[in-house]
């Protein structure tokens, strides 16, 4: 298949009629598959409501079919036809945090493809901030199934070129609106209970979201190993470098013994550090996601440094930690996946 590409300059006003939105919106329509970006990842749009939609998305990514997906919608209005109620702390959540990087779990009515809820009874629905996004799902009419644009073990897109990389022959259309913003993925919140329960931590944290409905309890599978989630798209090793990761806590001296180690064994070693203590560093491949002292630079790189080191020819990654309070405790989420729970600590 070729895979149509289109460019949109952020100036323009996108409010008013523009062609590269037509097309896509068009392709979708047809039952096509169209990336576009959102503020958190690039996404993978299909029409939510079609069967052959849908299973294209599956098998484009290479995806489980038993992970569902996140409906993308450009108004509060269109959740109505596809949640069978939104409780009232759903309802606080939306006018609080959408649009936004917040995702929402509801109980699901008829309507949409039962491949998007992967036979659950619940939906997830997300209403997202980006203006392309919401451009594209408006002129769409329809509302939108989309995981990350990635192939499935791979990184989630932060930029149209990743997207390119993994899908190209295998979507109909890219719309490639830059870089995004926030880097790792939404938050997802279980609303169907009394109290909301993270399901993955994202974009939106625990305090923000504390502050707005009061109480928020944490799925317990993210916080011990061996419990099934409730999202089930967290069970997956969401990606693995081709080095073995490890995140290491303890000092940068004790970081750079490791790499010295590994080096005078032959191996080749990589370092995942910050702008900041870059320069401390002596190993084959020293890359920076972003500022310490901003953590939401380094949300916002980490997977297009990840996949940076994927084409360095390494044995061997050793990563920084990073604080897990507000945006850290994504970017903390992740990379602990990324490197199969594995943690070194100095003194152990
Ligand atoms: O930021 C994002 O959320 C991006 C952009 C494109 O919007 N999308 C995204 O989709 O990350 P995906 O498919 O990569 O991740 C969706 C997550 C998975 O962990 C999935 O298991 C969970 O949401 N999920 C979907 N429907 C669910 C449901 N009904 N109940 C519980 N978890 C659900
Ligand atoms: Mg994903």
């Not at 990840?306 to 990654?317: P, Y």
């Amino acid at each position: 298949m070729k895979t149509k590409s289109w460019t949109v300059d952020r100036k323009d006003d996108l409010s008013r009629s523009y062609p590269q939105i037509s097309q896509a919106a068009a392709l979708l329509k047809e039952n096509e598959l169209v990336a576009f970006p959102t503020e958190t990842v690039y996404g993978l749009g299909a029409n939510a409501q079609s069967d052959e939609a849908v299973a294209k998305i599956y098998q484009a990514k290479g995806r489980p079919s038993d992970n569902p997906l996140i409906v993308h919608v450009a108004d509060k209005e269109q959740v109505k036809k596809i949640a069978a109620k939104i409780p009232p702390l759903a309802e606080k959540l939306m006018e609080t945090f959408w649009p936004g990087p917040l995702t929402l779990v509801l109980p699901k009515q008829d309507g949409l493809s039962k491949l998007v809820t992967a036979g659950l009874e619940t939906v997830a629905v997300r209403m997202p901030e980006d203006a392309l996004a919401l451009a594209l799902i408006k002129e769409s009419g329809l509302p939108i199934a989309a995981p990350s644009a990635n192939l499935s073990g791979k990184p989630s897109p932060t930029l149209a070129e990743h997207v390119a990389h993994d899908l190209t022959g295998k979507i109909a259309g890219i719309l490639d609106g830059g870089p995004t913003g926030v880097g790792v993925e939404s938050t997802v919140v279980d609303c169907t209970g009394e109290v909301p329960v993270i399901l993955r931590p994202g974009g939106i944290t625990k305090e923000q979201l504390e502050e707005a409905v009061g109480t928020v309890e944490v799925d317990r599978a993210l916080l011990k190993e061996g419990e099934a989630p409730k999202a089930p798209g967290m069970k997956y090793t969401h990606y693995a470098p081709k080095a073995d990761l490890y995140i290491v806590k303890g000092s940068m001296e004790y970081l750079q013994s490791l790499v010295d180690q590994e080096r005078a064994a032959g191996r080749e070693a990589g370092v995942l550090t910050t702008e900041e203590n870059r320069a401390a560093y002596d190993a084959d491949a020293v890359l920076a996601a972003g500022w310490r002292s901003k953590p939401e630079t380094i949300a916002a790189h980490l997977y297009e440094v990840l996949r940076q080191f994927d084409e360095r020819d390494l044995d061997v990654i050793y990563s920084e930690s990073f604080s897990e309070e507000g945006v850290g405790s994504a970017i903390m989420n992740r990379l602990m996946k990324a490197a199969g729970q594995r943690v070194l600590t100095e003194n152990h």
